[in-house]
């Protein structure tokens, strides 16, 4: 099979073209022919040498994928209601970026009716993100307000639909007035400008003083002394990545008075009983609103696979809004 691998750690130009050996399902895993995989920032971190995968995972990147089923246990995929040549798309421990790739029966879900491979390609590690951090871990309700830090990224866009379409107020920030039109257009209550706007002031104008409910923070370092102050009484504050710095100082005592909570996690290392578990959240929870056309993969670019290190250049830029898709069907 054809594959981008990662040579050395190092700059996009690191990624490569060459084949290598398809994989073979292991007891409890489905073989997926792919059509098309996702391009997400935990892919660039591999690349950099700074996100190593998991033990028993493929060196290779790639976290989701979406194509057709192509092989494993006939019983085992009878039992989980999978045919070859199914569509399939599935959060994937690695390998993505290939044109064949194994993943835990578990973690595969159908393709929403109605949608591509390629636009299918964009779900699965943005929506269950997602949906562990801001409705399982921090436990946003209808009526709750959420703050989306990077409202335009691929996480911002699904974050910013689910909340919506799910009964919440929506605030996102965004880093130009265009993506914070982008973020109103998708469904967002506000959108805040960082550049040239103190989110928290905004935050803390446009509840009232109040504060929101849930802040789902992709950045850390200094964010997080001013989140903390940005949040309600009961407010919970689920910190999914640490792009500003791992480090930061905060108000401790504003947590005992007002009761607040602050959560991290990262998702590849998990059980995969754990994200069998969220795929069949997503399934009955998210999927209807996906076929129902009320939430939407948003794709910024399809690139041809072999152009991966275009795609992660543009992924660095952070001049896309939504996800960025490579495409093995594409030259």
């Not at 990662?6 to 990624?15: A, C, H, K, T």
């Not at 979406?66 to 006939?74: E, L, R």
């Not at 209601?81 to 399939?88: C, E, F, K, S």
Request: aromatic content about 4%.
């Amino acid at each position: 099979m054809k594959a981008i691998a990662i040579s050395r750690p190092g700059g996009p130009e690191v990624l490569q073209a060459l084949e290598r050996a398809a994989p073979q399902p292991a007891p409890g895993e489905l073989l997926i022919a792919v059509r098309a995989a996702g391009v997400n920032r935990p892919d660039v971190l591999q690349r950099r040498g700074l996100y190593p995968p998991p033990p028993g995972a493929s060196d290779l990147p790639g976290l989701e994928v979406a194509g057709t089923v192509a092989g494993g246990d006939a019983a085992e995929l009878a039992a989980a209601g999978w045919r070859l040549g199914d569509g399939v798309c599935a959060l994937v421990n690695g390998g993505g970026y290939a044109q064949q790739c194994v993943v835990p029966i578990g973690q595969c879900l159908p393709l929403p009716a109605g949608l591509s491979a390629v636009e299918a390609a964009a779900l699965p590690e943005t929506f269950f993100t997602v949906w562990q951090n801001v409705f399982e871990i921090a436990r946003l309700q209808p009526g709750e307000s959420l703050l989306v830090q990077g409202g335009t990224s691929g996480i911002g866009v699904a974050a910013i639909q689910l909340a919506k379409a799910l009964g919440s107020t929506v605030i996102a920030t965004a880093g130009s007035a265009d993506k914070c039109a982008a973020c109103i257009e998708l469904g967002a209550d506000h959108a805040i400008n960082y550049r040239t706007q103190d989110f928290e002031a905004e935050v803390r104008r446009i509840g009232g003083g109040r504060g929101v409910d849930v802040i789902l923070d992709m950045v850390a370092g200094d964010y997080v002394e001013r989140e903390v102050r940005c949040l309600a009484e009961d407010g919970r504050l689920a910190i999914i990545a640490v792009q500003g710095g791992s480090a930061a100082a905060f108000d401790a005592g504003l947590l005992l008075r007002r009761r607040l909570s602050i959560t991290g996690s990262t998702l590849r290392p998990r059980a995969a009983a754990y994200k069998a578990r969220l795929a069949q959240a997503l399934r009955e929870r998210v999927w209807p609103l996906l076929e129902s056309g009320r939430v939407r993969p948003v794709i910024h670019a399809v690139l041809p696979a072999a152009e991966a290190a275009r795609a992660h250049a543009l992924m660095e830029s952070g001049a896309h809004v939504g996800k960025i898709v490579l495409d093995w069907t594409l030259e």
